[in-house]
């Protein structure tokens, strides 16, 4: 399987990205989907999450209200809707996929295949 994000850029405070990610080489529908990002000097941390059918969707405290995950089982896509963008969202976005069942979802450990990132860079 392959991951392919896209629609990272630099941004100023308050503005807002949509993030892409496509997969290609398996069955989208069969994949929980996931956003993680990672700061210069820091662990990856989980962003959002979403179901296999795209009913439940699941946010780090640190962005909900602010971003919007989705997905599109019918063109490959998973997406990252990030409004009020806010300094300490500069980081790379990572999509991953996931072929588990019965896990969280919200750990890096919980993904099994992983995309090679888009910067995002808010700038004040």
């Known amino acids: 399987v392959q991951l392919q994000a896209s629609g990272g850029g630099v941004v100023q405070v308050g503005g807002s990205l949509r993030l892409l990610c496509t997969l290609s080489g398996r069955a989208f529908s069969h994949y929980v989907m996931g956003w993680f990002r990672q700061a210069p000097g820091k662990e990856r941390e989980f962003v959002a999450g979403?179901?296999?059918?795209?009913?439940?969707?699941y946010y780090a405290d640190s962005v909900k209200g602010r971003f919007t995950i989705s997905r599109n089982n019918a063109r490959n896509a998973v997406y990252l809707q990030m409004n009020s963008l806010a300094l300490e969202d500069t980081a790379i976005y990572y999509c991953a996929a996931s072929r588990y069942t019965g896990k969280d979802h919200r750990r890096p450990i919980d993904y099994t295949d992983w995309g090679q990132g888009t910067q995002v860079t808010v700038s004040s």
């Open positions: 979403i179901s296999r059918n795209g009913g439940l969707s």
